[in-house]
């Protein structure tokens, strides 16, 4: 069965994980996705954090899967001239390099133009053009902490906090992705190619709305009455941060359950939603919470919140996160029991679902990865192994039209 990107030609001038992130996607719903590599060297994290001596990282598989690998010197004439050919053959250009890297190789946007005026040209930078901080490289932490992200995450007693997920790299990719699509999509319509471009700053920002909706709430009432700080607590005049808190109209914690002093992960996240306070208390054995106007409303709750979730875990003590899931459930109660990285590898319904998949690579042998987390009706996603460093030099020269003798001669010049 055909993919629905089959025959999108996408030159991957990616590295690290941001721009990795989004053209991995792309090649999964089939686009032929070619991952430009300095010769000798490639993407620097097929060497960071190995395991394996002499295979590639995880951080490189994980991030490129369903690609091919061409190696190319960009800043040899050779180089430039193969490049020039890919671009007029390409769809999309994705890159992510540092400001200004691009135009200084020779390939400014009016130029790509000039060579593929159907070219869409997207881009992840740490800042938006024009921004104060436009010069900066960036990686994910310091996306984080300029996109409004680290100074809401943690608790209020600590410092500013980044989170484990990949808000600044993987998210930004996801969005460029959106815009990349987009554009094709606009393609169809006008013919024409344009510039897409997303900051890792901007993209962090976006999943922080309601933070900044937070601050709007605070600088009118000096309070918010969903966080810990409220009414016991103190505000100052920005947003503070808030712990576990649920962050929108449900108040929620992570809890304790059995064996918390030993296990690190033996929580559950839950969530006193005002619609499930019945069925709460009737699941925690306090029927006569339901009706006593000390506890019956949201308002009549917050000043208590932290006795009844204290309460709640006095009751979780003596069952496992997945024992209390398991008669939470069926009061039908918002909850998660907390899962542990190994625990999320191992879990049936994750490898079911092809969230999680085993790949089979040439010199790393099995590893898991992340599948796709879209699933479609009339799509099947099939998940193949990263390629090595430029596995697929000869192929993509030989498909640009180059001769053997020529390609020959690419690698002695030493251009690929
Ligand atoms: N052939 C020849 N030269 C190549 C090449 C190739 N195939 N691929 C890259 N290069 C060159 C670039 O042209 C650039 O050269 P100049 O600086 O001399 O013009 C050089 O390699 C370095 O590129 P870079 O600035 O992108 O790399 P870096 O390691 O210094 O910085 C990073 C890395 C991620 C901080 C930077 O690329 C960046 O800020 N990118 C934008 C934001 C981003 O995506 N960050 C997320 C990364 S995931 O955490």
Avoid at 193 to 204: H, L
Avoid at 236 to 251: K, L, Y
Avoid at 273 to 284: D, E, R, T, V
Avoid at 353 to 364: C, F, N, R
Wanted: hydrophobic share 40%.
């Amino acid at each position: 069965m055909s993919k629905p990107l089959e025959g999108i030609k996408i030159i991957d001038f990616t590295h690290v994980q941001a721009g990795p992130a989004c053209t991995q996607l792309l090649a999964w719903f089939g686009a032929d996705v070619i991952k430009v590599e300095r010769p000798g060297a490639g993407d620097v994290t097929r060497s960071q954090l190995r395991h394996v001596k002499d295979a590639d990282a995880l951080y490189f598989t994980m991030l490129n899967s369903n690609k091919r690998s061409l190696t190319l010197d960009t800043k040899t004439a050779q180089g430039k001239e193969v490049l020039t050919k890919l671009i007029k053959e390409s769809d999309v250009m994705v890159e992510n390099f540092g400001p200004g890297a691009l135009d200084r190789m020779g390939f400014t946007w009016e130029h790509i133009q000039e060579l593929n005026p159907g070219m869409i040209l997207a881009s992840v930078k740490g800042f938006s053009e024009g921004h104060a901080y436009e010069d900066l490289k960036v990686y994910e932490n310091v996306a984080q902490c300029a996109g409004g992200a680290a100074s809401t995450t943690g608790f209020w007693d600590g410092p500013p906090t980044v989170s484990a997920a990949a808000l600044g790299d993987s998210n930004t990719g996801m969005h460029l992705a959106i815009g990349i699509l987009t554009a094709l999509h606009q393609k169809t319509k006008n013919g024409k190619g344009q510039k897409v471009a997303v900051s890792m700053q901007d993209s962090v920002l976006n999943l922080c709305r309601v933070k900044l909706r937070d601050q709007q709430r605070l600088d009118a009432l000096g309070y918010l009455e969903e966080y810990p700080q409220y009414p016991h607590g103190e505000f100052s005049d920005v947003v503070p941060r808030g712990g576990n808190a649920g962050g929108g109209g449900q108040p929620g914690w992570v809890l304790k359950c059995k064996g918390w002093e030993t296990d690190p992960n033996a929580y559950i996240y839950f969530t006193i939603q005002g619609h499930a306070w019945a069925p709460i208390c009737k699941a925690l054995g306090k029927p006569e919470w339901i009706e006593d106007t000390a506890y019956n409303t949201a308002e009549a709750r917050q000043d208590k919140i932290f006795d009844i979730f204290a309460f709640i875990e006095s009751w979780l003590a003596d069952k496992t996160k997945f024992e209390a899931i398991d008669i939470l459930r069926k009061f039908d109660i918002p909850c998660a029991p907390v899962l542990s990285m190994k625990e999320i590898a191992n879990d049936p319904s994750l490898r079911k679902s092809g969230t999680v998949v085993e790949v089979d690579h040439p010199k790393l042998g099995k590893y898991l990865t992340v599948g796709s987390p879209i699933k479609f009706s009339d799509v099947t996603v099939e998940i193949t192994a990263s390629p090595l460093l430029g596995q697929h030099t000869n192929e993509v020269l030989a498909d640009l039209g180059y001769s053997q003798e020529e390609i020959v001669a690419l690698h002695d010049a030493k251009a690929v």
